[in-house]
């Protein structure tokens, strides 16, 4: 059994990375592995891993941006770590993450699996990193791209899709009960997101292509989950475009499933977009898909067939395609069916898992 120790860029879950690697932990065969967990504090992510009865260390990980003697205590201890545990393999769970499992990895002589989950190059710290990696991973072919200054790290780099845990996610749910909680009557038709309030998320889109569709369906209703910086002036463009009596905003939930379970489309209208595990979530309670063609999303839906996809900040689309959806009941039904199929047959946890589990045999010189 080999021992893995697993470095969290984040003590909170701030996004699907941190979801992802809490899905992949759960996944990974520990008659294998033994995973350990390193996180930055305590917060939600400690606490997870510890109720699925992992080894959790808490080290910090200061901010790259102002070097001093915290960044140093905390390579010493990331180094002492790695010594203690024995562990053969870091695998770094982001950026920050990466650069100090990396330079405690390098004077270790321990390989370091830089797992990268975002689109943004980052020009100061990505060539470090990049010389760092023994291995990368890339949830999308998108957000691989980012490597491409780095011919040795792109050349290395397995694109590994994120995977989800189908037990979760199941359609079989009381969308009634759910309704009434969040003040929605059984006549009402609702559309809806998940997901962080930041603009890139492009919520302000989807607010203006509700207001369109509200011209001609009284009925219909926006759910907008999650919370960040942007929900004050979204709340406040609601009201400019006088539709805030009918967009919900409960903010951050737990229970996911069940708010896509009273969804009829899901909207997901980013402007750039990494991987959109939440097009996974919603696939897999049989939800339609209307979505922007954004980074990694093509890549997730299969275009006509789980989803609609849209151009990048065009409220029109976005509103015309939600509409052609509605519209039609019965395709949006077997759009729906299709996209459980899809995340069935490609986005499992333990797909998921085993790819990459063949990442670690490979590093660690194992064959089956």
């Known amino acids: 059994?080999?021992?893995?120790?697993?470095?969290?860029?984040?003590?909170?879950?701030?996004?699907?990375?941190?979801?992802?690697?809490?899905?992949?932990?759960?996944?990974?065969?520990?008659?294998?592995?033994?995973?350990?967990?390193?996180?930055?504090?305590?917060?939600?992510?400690?606490?997870?891993?510890?109720?699925?009865?992992?080894?959790?260390?808490?080290?910090?990980?200061?901010?790259?941006?102002?070097?001093?003697?915290?960044m140093l205590h905390s390579l010493a201890a990331m180094r002492r770590l790695v010594e203690e545990t024995g562990a053969p393999l870091l695998h770094a769970n982001g950026s920050r993450a990466m650069f100090y499992a990396g330079l405690a990895g390098r004077r270790a002589s321990r390989p370091v699996i830089w797992h990268v989950r975002i689109l943004e190059p980052d020009p100061r710290l990505d060539w470090l990193l990049a010389r760092l990696a023994t291995r990368t991973i890339a949830n999308s072919a998108a957000v691989r791209a980012r490597l491409r200054r780095w011919p040795l790290a792109y050349a290395r780099c397995s694109v590994v899709p994120n995977g989800l845990d189908l037990e979760s996610f199941l359609p079989s749910r009381d969308p009634e009960r759910i309704r009434q909680s969040l003040g929605l009557a059984s006549t009402d038709r609702v559309v809806g997101n998940v997901g962080r309030l930041v603009p890139f998320k492009g919520h302000r889109y989807l607010l203006e292509a509700f207001a369109i569709l509200r011209l001609t369906c009284r009925e219909l209703r926006l759910l907008i989950v999650g919370d960040g910086p942007e929900r004050e002036a979204l709340e406040r463009q609601a009201r400019a475009l006088k539709v805030a009596q009918d967009v919900h905003f409960p903010g951050h939930r737990e229970d996911v499933a069940d708010l896509l379970s009273v969804m009829e489309v899901f909207v997901l209208p980013s402007l750039a977009e990494h991987f959109g595990r939440v097009l996974l979530e919603a696939m897999a309670m049989e939800r339609p898909v209307v979505a922007t063609a954004a980074g990694g999303v093509p890549e997730v839906v299969e275009e006509k067939v789980t989803a609609l996809l849209v151009p990048p900040g065009d409220a029109g689309a976005l509103a015309g395609a939600i509409q052609t959806l509605l519209n039609d009941p019965v395709r949006a039904r077997a759009m729906g069916q299709a996209g459980r199929r899809r995340v069935e047959e490609q986005y499992t946890l333990r797909r998921h898992a085993e790819q990459i589990e063949a990442v670690y045999r490979e590093v660690l010189g194992e064959r089956r």
Do not use: F, Q, Y
């Open 1 to 70: 059994m080999s021992r893995v120790l697993l470095i969290s860029n984040h003590a909170e879950i701030v996004g699907g990375g941190e979801e992802s690697l809490l899905t992949l932990i759960k996944g990974l065969d520990r008659s294998r592995w033994a995973p350990r967990v390193v996180v930055p504090g305590e917060g939600a992510v400690a606490a997870r891993c510890r109720a699925l009865g992992l080894p959790t260390h808490v080290i910090p990980l200061p901010s790259l941006r102002w070097p001093g003697p915290a």
